[in-house]
């Protein structure tokens, strides 16, 4: 279990304020640079382009429907839990924003490592927004159709909220990839997400007061081995 600790309270506006870069799909492509030669921000992320998601913890279910349009932003529960479909396209694009309507919130993204060789073809950042005090647990799941039923991940991404600066956290390894022992030998395996063996990836997200945690997607490779 990773656990990503999340220091300074932001401006509200800037919560949802996007670069220009951000005003677009962003689609990966393999990059020689690594994510460390890529650090070069005050937050901790790394510099350059990038698609920016906001998972916003709302304390009241929404009921309008918002599956027609691809803004930078997912509601979800404040407290318990939501679901987060997955989707694999070539851009990065939120296809369903309300996860508090007890159908799942979708978003889609590409396949991470096509050849699970353990090496990313883009990467996730992480940091925690809003009043501090909240915390929640991300993790990466999908349906075993051999054993008929939703596995999860082994790795999972905490998020605590807490006081003084917030500084991005690389979490791809968390939420791109699935570790669990299908085969029932002892041994943990690795599943990227769209990796055939599974099905109806998601990640599920379970809320404990957490107002905004922020992800950012860079097309600079990591390697989680």
Not at 61 to 85: C, E, P, Q, W, Y
Not at 176 to 205: C, H, K, M, N, V
Request: contains cysteine; proline residues 4%.
């Amino acid at each position: 279990m990773k656990k990503v600790t999340m220091l300074a309270l932001l401006a509200i506006p800037a919560l949802f304020t996007m670069s220009c870069s951000e005003d677009q799909d962003v689609a990966p492509t393999a990059s020689l640079k690594s994510s460390a030669e890529a650090l070069a921000t005050g937050n901790g992320a790394p510099s350059g382009e990038h698609y920016n998601l906001n998972i916003i913890g709302v304390p009241k279910g929404k009921s309008a429907t918002m599956d027609g349009n691809s803004g930078h932003r997912i509601f979800v529960n404040l407290d318990g839990n939501s679901k987060i479909l997955l989707a694999e396209g070539d851009t990065y694009q939120v296809l369903d924003a309300n996860g508090t309507d007890g159908d799942g919130a979708k978003f889609q993204l590409p396949n991470p490592d096509v050849d699970n060789d353990g090496i990313t073809s883009y990467s996730v950042w992480a940091r925690a927004l809003g009043k501090p005090g909240g915390s929640s647990v991300m993790t990466t799941c999908a349906y075993d159709p051999i054993a008929m039923e939703d596995v999860c991940s082994t790795e999972n991404l905490v998020s605590v909220r807490e006081k003084g600066k917030s500084s991005f956290t690389n979490v791809s390894k968390d939420l791109l990839y699935i570790y669990a022992d299908l085969d029932s030998d002892g041994t943990t395996e690795r599943y990227p997400l769209f990796d055939d063996r599974l099905q109806d990836y998601y990640w599920s997200y379970d809320n404990n007061g957490l107002k905004v945690l922020q992800l950012r997607f860079y097309e600079i490779p990591t390697n989680v081995n």
